[in-house]
């Protein structure tokens, strides 16, 4: 089993941090039955509550990067593959709100996480919590080929005088993640009872989320609603793709509203209902408005304009001023998780988008558009 064991620990850089569970589905929430002497957990997701009918071997293939079905077949005949404490075979069928764990004999490599003494923007911070505004470019949470410089090595530093602040603890810390390149507010827990509590409104939908994107294409509309179940592309597997059918995927629904249109770009408000991995930027393609310089998801071609020379050079300017998707998480609001209180933060978008809108607002103000 040992091919298994290293194809379920090295996950890819940023995209550790969205295979386990969504924001929806937070660790927190869930209390892991007791697992035997000798044996370790090494991976566990919860089945969401849309969660149809579907074979154990195939539910964890579409959650898990760097394996294969063959491979989870293999450790389920091994009785790696656990469903709510009991040891299952590979056509186990999985319902929803089943805990789905992988258990071995040892224990799983962990990620020392390093104090690392690098500049934070704090929002806001008290005795059970603190919310953070981070820069694009900075991975949340150290993975594989990302051990340092991420926002956790930073908070580790940052709150080293803690004395009951421990960064490796699953039951402090995060409680919800953004991606790499997208900026934006995040929420992180002091102590496991603000964890818990705060999870718990993430995965009731009771937390307000407003994003800023940049997204190609004009809209017709002034405001709008995808629906669509998302899952992990099968012909990419490190996109998400939006699933017609309801039995794949996971639930997932953005609202969103026109704020400037800006010529072949638009700005839009992106507000969260569900918190799905790249939710805002599967969705805007869906629907035909990818998000500028999203490379993920194409948007890093020029997608809509002319073919003038000059046309196709000021977009590349425009890739250099913003060179990462057009996303930023500009709001967060929650209950305290100890006082009840309704905080609410907001955040300014960076200069690289505030230039990048300037630089199209120009254009669009000048151009005559086809």
Request: charged share 25%; glycine share 6%; proline share 4%.
């Amino acid at each position: 089993m040992a091919d298994f064991i290293e194809e379920i620990e090295d996950f890819d850089d940023d995209q550790a941090d969205e295979l386990l569970v969504d924001e929806d589905e937070s660790a927190a929430v869930i209390t892991s039955p007791e697992i035997a002497p000798g044996l370790y957990e090494h991976f566990k997701v919860v089945a969401d509550k849309g969660q149809s009918l579907l074979r154990v071997d195939k539910f964890l293939v579409a959650r898990m990067e760097n394996t294969t079905r063959n491979r989870i077949q293999q450790a389920a005949e091994a009785g790696c593959i656990w469903v709510n404490g009991v040891s299952v075979k590979s056509n186990y069928r999985v319902k929803p709100f089943d805990l789905v764990q992988i258990v071995m004999d040892r224990p799983r490599r962990e990620t020392e996480i390093i104090p690392q003494d690098i500049p934070l923007d704090i929002v806001y911070e008290d005795a059970d919590l603190l919310v953070v505004n981070k820069p694009a470019g900075m991975v949340v949470h150290p993975g594989h080929g990302n051990y340092s410089g991420t926002l956790l090595n930073a908070i580790a530093y940052y709150l080293r005088n803690e004395q009951h602040f421990d960064p490796s603890d699953p039951r402090l810390g995060l409680v919800h993640r953004i991606d790499k390149d997208t900026s934006g507010l995040l929420v992180i827990a002091k102590t496991p009872e603000a964890k818990s509590h705060l999870g718990l409104q993430f995965y009731h939908h009771t937390t307000k989320r407003c994003y800023r994107a940049v997204v190609w294409g004009q809209f017709q509309e002034d405001e709008g609603t995808v629906v669509g179940n998302i899952g992990r592309s099968p012909k990419d597997r490190l996109q998400m793709t939006v699933f017609p059918d309801s039995d794949q995927g996971k639930y997932a629904v953005t609202h969103y509203r026109v704020l400037e249109r800006l010529g072949y770009v638009t700005l839009v408000e992106c507000r969260l209902e569900t918190g799905r991995t790249h939710q805002i930027r599967v969705h805007m393609k869906h629907i035909g408005h990818t998000l500028f310089n999203d490379e993920r998801y194409g948007g890093h071609e020029i997608l809509k304009g002319t073919t003038f020379t000059k046309y196709k050079q000021f977009v590349q300017n425009c890739f250099a001023i913003c060179p990462r998707q057009a996303l930023h998480a500009k709001t967060l609001g929650f209950v305290h998780p100890m006082t009840g209180e309704e905080l609410f933060f907001d955040s300014e978008m960076p200069e690289d988008m505030q230039q990048l809108v300037e630089r199209w607002r120009i254009y669009a103000s000048t151009k005559e558009l086809e």
